[in-house]
């Protein structure tokens, strides 16, 4: 397969760009024009549309300025409608027109004033598409869902189309993991559980969008093999003062309550932000293992020399604190600065119990114990950004400097406290007290330039500089035990720079880039007990390529091609070995090394609406999570490199108006996934076919009542050793607009069957592992929201920030 799509690729090259020299000459053009009252006034901050005239199907959106003027830039050649609105008018359409190589400059927009607004003021409330799918990406808009209300980050990730967690809390786009997580262009330095604490305790009130990028360009970090899922946090865009406030109570097993307010001031040249979040939520999971040790083979069958069966319940109770704040200032109008200061704190306190049975060949009872698990764990996270925007004009269009300055701090503390209950012998105690501080920097520069009409050049450079220092005590009965305590330091330094040419005409769009990453790498151990110290140096080039031919106005298609790196978590790297129980241990193996992918891409996208997509990638040295096992019928959850990892991927996008009141969008991945290698004396060649469903309908009923309802599913899914059974989650929402749209109350049910159970089958040749978790994860929300302040929308920017690519990997 890889052959073929490879071999075939100058072909299809070939193909996609036959009648470019026709489409030369009918370059992208701007469409201009301006909105104004029936008193020739102009109108400021008109919502004005532009429309494909065959149906109209929104193509891009704009906002008038301060003199009525709109701009729709390098639009491509076709038949177009031109629609303006604002509050207190009636919308006007324009006339078709074409647009073919010149620019097009339209009549004013003369805006009536509506007959309503005559009688009492009228608001004009528009509200995007759950779901909306672009060239590159798919975009969920979070902000508004009856779904987001009152759950977490985490909640409306796993109901994002294409997104799976499985049991170990581990990320995964269209079936792959090695996902590099971006909130507001930061990127995030955890992995595994500890991201998922982070994404639990950032409330989904602060989202307005997140973005499935699964082929990004080479300004992206090189980082994320499966891709980018960038979070955007909610900017307000209202001219004056004006501000939110929400409050949730929900109700599983345990009570949950949520607050969140947040404030806005813009003005002409200056924009102040802030906003507070408050999470307490009560929660539990629940683990049920069993386990089957085996000896050496012999008489073609390997023989059962144990096995054990454990039952674990964990109630937790989790606070956390979340507050954003910063500035934007125009220094003049091709100039601005901004700040944006942000942190989180999170406090839980885990009390689990678990009953342990561990039986001979016979099945004889060889040991029985119980245990109690508690601790406290404190997560602070802070971060700062600084940024600059300079923009520029020459003869073929704008050009743009940005520049940013990045810090993050993240200091964790980990106390817990295991008691271990024996029927024959003395009970045990072990205790453990983890220090963990991380710090992050980070400088980056882009500069945009249009070289011609049609070529653009982006470029850009950055440098990064990552130090933990992770410090590990562990107590037997009170007494430290130097043999399991350790000290792991890890600095990291990454210099890249990249180059990307854009090259655009009016059917046709060309996409080149280059980035090159320097990494210089050390890890030093006060004790060298089972790992040595390293230091790792290399550079890595990472191409990427994108071709889109649009044969009609019904058909077009794409290719992309990269190759990308993911490097090991900060903690994947930590040697720490820490006790879950008697029998169960979890470190982290410095001789991980990073996994690097080739990424082929191709879209076919049916009506602007449809698409179908095949994807290949192929992955060296993939790293995956392993439950391998140990003298004493004990076993290690820890991460390995394998030889080679093959995917085979089609997605089918299908959004569906069924009614004005009835729109649904439906995501389908299937997908191959088989992985080659050995651990632990068990080879491995394994593969499998999985396909990821999701479905979600949104109900518009009038009278401010509306609805949504999703579902999702996975089918039975291979992950190096794990295989895991099937499952999914039906979940449901109603809302209802009060006090002329000022106020919203939200009822949500998710997991309406509580049939989102992890049931997962690990197997080697000396070892079987089961499995069984179920987390609280059917319970009801109920939000409500008021808006304050002025409606009047103003033109806005993001600010996104420069350290991309060093927040995933720490935890």
């Not at 993911?566 to 029998?583: C, E, S, V, W």
Request: glycine content about 8%; hydrophobic content about 35%; proline content about 3%.
């Amino acid at each position: 397969m890889k052959t073929f799509l490879f071999s075939a690729s100058p072909l299809l090259v070939a193909s996609l760009l036959a009648g470019a020299h026709q489409a030369h000459a009918q370059a992208p053009t701007d469409v201009r024009g301006t909105v104004q009252s029936t008193g020739n006034s102009p109108i400021e901050f008109a919502t004005v549309t532009l429309h494909r005239a065959k149906d109209s199907t929104v193509v891009k959106t704009e906002f008038s300025d301060a003199k009525g003027l709109f701009q729709f830039e390098r639009a491509a050649a076709g038949r177009y409608l031109v629609s303006a609105a604002q509050v207190g008018f009636e919308r006007r359409w324009s006339t078709p027109f074409e647009v073919a190589g010149q620019a097009v400059e339209l009549p004013a927009m003369v805006l009536a004033t509506s007959a309503a607004t005559q009688l009492k003021e009228v608001k004009v409330v528009g509200q995007k598409p759950l779901y909306e799918r672009e060239a590159d990406r798919t975009i969920v808009n979070v902000e508004g869902s009856t779904l987001a209300a009152g759950n977490t980050s985490l909640d409306v990730l796993r109901r994002s189309p294409g997104v799976t967690v499985d049991g170990n809390d581990n990320l995964a786009l269209r079936g792959r993991q090695g996902v590099l997580v971006l909130i507001d262009g930061k990127r995030q330095p955890m992995t595994g559980t500890e991201l998922a604490e982070y994404l639990r305790a950032l409330p989904a009130e602060q989202l307005k969008s997140i973005e499935l990028i699964t082929n990004p360009p080479a300004k992206y970090d090189a980082q994320g093999g499966a891709g980018i899922i960038a979070i955007n946090l909610k900017k307000d865009q209202k001219l004056g003062t004006n501000g939110s406030l929400n409050l949730t109570y929900g109700r599983g097993e345990y009570n949950r309550y949520t607050g969140g307010l947040s404030l806005n001031h813009r003005e002409k040249n200056l924009n102040l932000f802030g906003s507070y979040n408050y999470s307490d939520r009560s929660f539990y999971n629940t683990l049920t293992l069993h386990r089957e040790f085996y000896g050496p083979a012999t008489g073609g069958s390997r023989q059962l020399i144990s096995t054990s069966d454990q039952d674990n319940r964990q109630p937790v109770q989790a606070w956390s604190h979340s507050w954003r704040g910063g500035l934007d200032y125009n220094l003049s109008d091709k100039t601005t600065i901004g700040a944006v200061v942000s942190g989180l704190n999170n406090r839980n306190t885990p009390a689990g119990t678990s009953q342990s049975v561990v039986y001979d060949l016979q099945r004889n009872q060889e040991l029985r114990y119980n245990a109690i698990n508690t601790g406290e764990n404190h997560l602070d996270n802070f971060a700062a950004n600084l940024n600059f925007r300079r923009t520029f004009a020459n003869a073929f269009g704008t050009q743009e400097l940005t520049a940013d300055a990045d810090y993050a701090s993240y200091h964790s503390q980990r106390d817990q406290l295991l008691q271990t209950y024996f029927v024959s012998e003395p009970a045990l105690a072990n205790s453990l007290d983890q220090d963990g501080r991380l710090t992050i920097q980070s400088v980056k520069a882009d500069y945009t330039q249009a070289l011609s009409k049609q070529l653009r050049l982006d470029m850009g450079a950055k440098s990064s500089l990552v130090k933990a220092d992770n410090d590990l005590k562990n107590f037997t009965n009170g007494q430290l035990d130097l043999t399991r305590s350790n000290r792991f330091r890890y600095d990291e330094n990454i210099n890249a720079g990249y180059v990307n040419l854009n090259y655009s005409q009016p059917k046709l769009t060309l996409q080149v880039g280059l980035r090159g990453e320097q990494t210089n790498a050390t890890g030093l151990q006060d004790r060298e007990v089972e790992y040595k110290d390293f230091k790792r140096n290399y550079f890595q080039l990472f191409p990427s390529a994108a071709i889109k031919r649009q044969f009609s106005e019904n058909h077009e298609l794409a290719v992309s091609l990269s190759r990308r790196i993911d490097r090991p978590g900060y903690q994947q790297l930590n040697p720490f070995r820490q006790l879950i129980d008697r029998t169960t241990s979890q470190g982290g193996n410095p001789n991980l090394l990073p996994q690097t992918s080739y990424n082929v891409e191709l879209t076919h996208t049916f009506k602007q609406k449809y698409s179908l997509g095949l994807s290949y990638s192929r992955t060296s040295a993939p790293i995956v999570g392993t439950v391998e096992p140990e003298p004493g019928s004990t076993v290690i959850s820890t991460y390995r490199n394998l030889d080679l990892q093959h995917y085979y991927a089609l997605t089918l996008t299908t959004p569906v108006d069924i009614t004005k009141w009835w729109k649904t969008y439906n995501n389908a991945v299937f997908y191959y996934n088989r992985f080659n290698g050995a651990v632990a004396g068990t080879n491995l060649d394994r593969g499998g076919v999985s396909l990821n469903l999701t479905s979600n309908h949104t109900f518009t009923f009038g009278k401010g009542w509306g609805a949504e309802l999703s579902a999702s599913y996975d089918s039975r899914q291979v992950d190096g050793f794990f295989v895991s059974r099937p499952n999914g989650e039906v979940g449901a929402g109603v809302q209802k607009s009060l006090w002329e749209r000022k106020a919203t109350l939200k009822l949500a049910v998710n997991d309406i069957f509580f049939s989102r159970v992890g049931r997962v089958t690990s197997t080697y040749d000396n070892y079987v592992e089961r499995f069984v978790m179920r987390r609280d994860s059917r319970f009801v929300n109920l939000t409500f929201g008021y808006r304050f302040g002025n409606d009047k929308l103003a033109p806005t920017r993001r600010r996104s920030g420069g350290a991309e690519d060093e927040k995933r990997r720490a935890g």
